[in-house]
């Protein structure tokens, strides 16, 4: 199904005057007729924001570990029917979704933020308040986002709005790290698969917009042999010598400045003691690019090098019975895209930024929003708001100051994307 | 001084039967007539074995972790001081001396275990016995060389043999690992200096015997700077990449076969996340040969490959103001050396070991007696008897089946060393 644009409808509607800008539009009449509730809408989620933060802060108290969501998920599926949203369930992952139904044959818009945050088990995750400043691990990310869908169901509900499109409010599982974006994946594999035509982040803070996914693919590398003694077992192929001349390899890779493609192996280990030949040796390996192609072509070259190592390793102790092996691992991947600077969504989602005065700034990034956007489904992550330090730190900050204009982002985009009757 | 040689004696002492093979030398007949003591004293340092070995327990259920010695060291004082020695003493740096003076300008024979394990601290040294096996962390490396030690002193004593040359019976500090040797360098570089003309280390078990020390140089390599994130900082010099340049240098190092050179590196590590570039790599390295010419030609270019690969990596981003730099850090040093298979404390050896039936087996190894062979003075490294296995391991086991002759031939080596009077 091609998704029905109603972005028009929200730029019609965040006009100053409206009057002065009205196309000649059965849809943009239509919304006008609407423009006092959208107001009232808007006028709730900033009167409200108190109440936003405060939510904000309860959902952040409830640690949610990498892969251990659920006391989170069942918080904010309690929260979820609170707000008025119907159906709301926790699927076979752990994502947490909440419907408000919308017209047959109309937009399905999927606006979601994430639940997991970066920290382990047993972190001190209480929120401390100083003025505007809140400080507490996943405050912002993405505790702030989690926040703001809750906030923008009561507003569509305080204002008695009824969208052309069904909204479909998600708390997604997986989104960081070796989460490897495993809640979003299953929505458009199994459990939204097909349905979605729009798909809106709410992650971090600011005024942050991503159109452009940067993709990424993860390995862990390892080189093995039966190890030894340095001086005794001399003339064997050594396992972390096998791994330099991975690296030196890796590091000599040429890739073009635009499409940015980034490549990085960050973590080396190997070997337990100075005096002995390791029995492994091993490194985590990072390549990023919006463009698929490009990171595909990295990704091969990758390959290769790290199985030229090898043979280069083992051919220069040709006497040597040792012959090394090599694991690779592949730990992450998390599909590339781009969309047009003028894509429907974008413009949306800057023109509701206009009328509240916001300047969003583009930036490419890894998100919830990598799997729709390589999917080709329009797609954005947005910030929610306030403006958020430290993220993926124990000193995170959020500071709530103006924040409500986030809350008044969100509602707006999804508005227009998802059209009023 | 020219070290004199009293090696006839011992193997004149010790073929079968004696009158067979008498030399035309008044050394040897001079031998003779104290050949009985000898005699006798070989076969005290046999029926007194289970005291021996008793001995060796009982130091090895005192701890001597690496740097911490010194209650083993009180402990050996006192033991030293029961079997007779002189002047018994522990130097500055924690070495144990005791003294069997000889004559005046006759040689100066120091004869010595190491105190020092490679266990740290609170490692259970208890040591338990299956029939004739022991199990505990040193028994054998080298508890059973410090054993032998106060055996011979009190063989020699219960003899009444008096010797030539003095003989210096000692327990040495750091031998393994980080210990560098420290204790038997203070010997020659100090405490010692000038006086020693023989150097036997009776380290660990069976009848291994080094003549060619294994001189060894260790490195810890570190390349360093600002770290980032593995996208959004792309195009800066990356420490774990340059540390994998150096590798892939050192791993294309070219050795010759004779004299034997080696090198390895044993450890790498660097790096947190796999999605920073790293703040800094480091690897150790280590490099022996017993010929010093040849480690130093091998070291030499170890450095240029350590500074070639941080410069590949900085010239391979040319735009960025980020400059990787390196610290290189000698973290071991042991001198190497080699000495004639036919040198005579080689043939005394050898002597000693034929007529107990020993077959004494020629490695090259790492030990105590690197020092005084760098030095040119006349050294070996000798097994202590009975059969060790998992030397550095908590498993180590040593078998007291016929360890007598262990304590025999050291005797044997020593009075062929000093000189019977």
Known sequence: MRPTLHAALAAALLATPVAAQIPDDA??????????????????????????????VAICEIEAPPFKEARRAADFRRRMEAAGLRNVRIDSVGNVIGERPGEPGQPVIVVSGHLDT??????????????TLLRGPGIGDDCRGLAVLLAVARALDDAQIRTRGTV??????????????????????TELRGRVTH????????????????????????????????????GVPNPVHALGRAIARIADLQVPAEPKVTFSVGVVEGGTSVN??????SMLVDMRSVAPAALDSLDRRFHAAVRQALDDENARWPASPVRLTVDVERTGTRPAGTQPADAPIVRAALAAGRRLGIEPHLTPSSTDANIPISLGIPSLTIGAGGKGEGAHSLAETWDSQGSEKGTQWVLLLVLGLAGVR
Do not use: C, W
Not at 39 to 46: G, I, P, S
Not at 118 to 131: K, L
């Open 27 to 56: 849809r943009v009449r239509q919304a006008l007729a609407y423009a006092a509730r959208v107001r009232q809408a808007l006028a709730y989620a900033a009167r409200t924001e108190p109440r936003t933060i405060d939510e904000q």
């Open 118 to 131: 970066v920290f382990p088990e047993g972190t001190d995750v209480r929120v401390r308040r100083e003025g």
């Open 168 to 189: 479909l409010f998600v708390g997604t599982v997986g989104e960081e790290g070796a989460g490897n974006l495993r809640g979003v994946r299953h929505l458009f594999e």
């Open 199 to 234: 798909f809106i982040s709410v992650d971090d803070t600011g005024f942050e917009m991503t159109k452009d996914a940067v993709g990424s693919y993860r390995y862990r590398v390892a080189y093995k042999g039966p190890g030894g003694h340095s001086y005794s077992d001399f």
């Open 276 to 281: 002995a030949i390791a029995a492994e040796a």
